[in-house]
């Protein structure tokens, strides 16, 4: 059920005074000084029902010989303590808190621990974060196509977290949302193109010295044989040339 703008308020045992045959020790005066009171002037050694000691409103009272002096007037109400930490951490839960009835003049609570203390709670309901759910994996969907059209490629399918779909940060436990694997087993072979190996050493020069034309040179070459292209299907050719001259470095003819 949603919390938004509810709240439940319980009042719990609320015990304001002792029952009225209660033994009490009566006094005929109850001084109340700031921070407590005393009780003087005993009416009587022995104790009195409560319900006679208290004809007087002005009279003070005991529970015990040596218990807290009480006033026969209504005690105060003290003010209600913070609210107490939610029951849950996480969705609907309760949280409490209460006050406590104390002497006039005095401070409320400050009872003594006598039988008949008055207490009130209330209860209300809170609500933490929502808990987290899981969701579940939606199924497969079809492979996608190869990624090549020649070869060797992939191909991949997905899925998604959505069946249903996870809430307040849950997951959707272990496993993939991708897969992909190996495909191209009925495709053509790709054509290669080929590509050159190294250069071979420079030949001798054409002429050992400079005449009066141009100068003697010297060559040297390279094969496309690294790889060389295929030939079914035909693969492209090396670019670029095979062969390179360059002048020799010769003194001039005498």
């Not at 849950?170 to 496993?175: L, Q, S």
């Not at 693969?235 to 005498?254: A, D, F, N």
Request: with cysteine; hydrophobic share 20%; charged share 20%.
């Amino acid at each position: 059920m949603a919390l938004a703008g509810m709240e439940l308020l319980l009042l719990c045992a609320a015990l304001a005074t002792p029952a009225a045959a209660t033994p009490s020790w009566c006094f005929a005066r109850l001084e109340e000084p700031d921070g407590g009171g005393a009780c003087s002037e005993p009416l009587l050694e022995e104790p009195l029902p409560l319900a006679d000691c208290c004809l007087n409103p002005a009279h003070g009272f005991r529970l015990r010989p040596r218990g807290l002096c009480r006033p026969c007037r209504p005690e105060q109400w003290g003010p209600w303590s913070p609210w107490g930490p939610c029951s849950v951490t996480c969705g609907e839960g309760t949280q409490l808190r209460g006050r406590a009835q104390g002497p006039p003049g005095g401070h409320p609570g400050d009872t003594g621990g006598d039988p008949g203390d008055g207490r009130e709670w209330q209860l209300r309901a809170c609500e933490n974060q929502c808990c987290p759910e899981p969701g579940a994996w939606s199924d497969w969907s079809p492979w996608s196509a190869c990624s090549v059209t020649c070869g060797a490629g992939l191909e991949g399918r997905g899925r998604s977290c959505s069946d249903p779909a996870p809430r307040c940060g849950g997951g959707c436990g272990g496993g993939p949302a991708r897969e992909s694997r190996e495909c191209g087993g009925g495709n053509p072979p790709c054509p290669v193109g080929g590509a050159w190996g190294p250069w071979g050493p420079w030949g001798g020069c054409s002429a050992t010295c400079r005449g009066g034309g141009p100068g003697p040179t010297r060559s040297r070459s390279r094969r496309c044989d690294s790889p060389p292209p295929s030939r079914d299907p035909p693969g492209p050719p090396c670019q670029g040339r095979g062969e390179e001259t360059q002048e020799c470095p010769s003194p001039p003819c005498p």
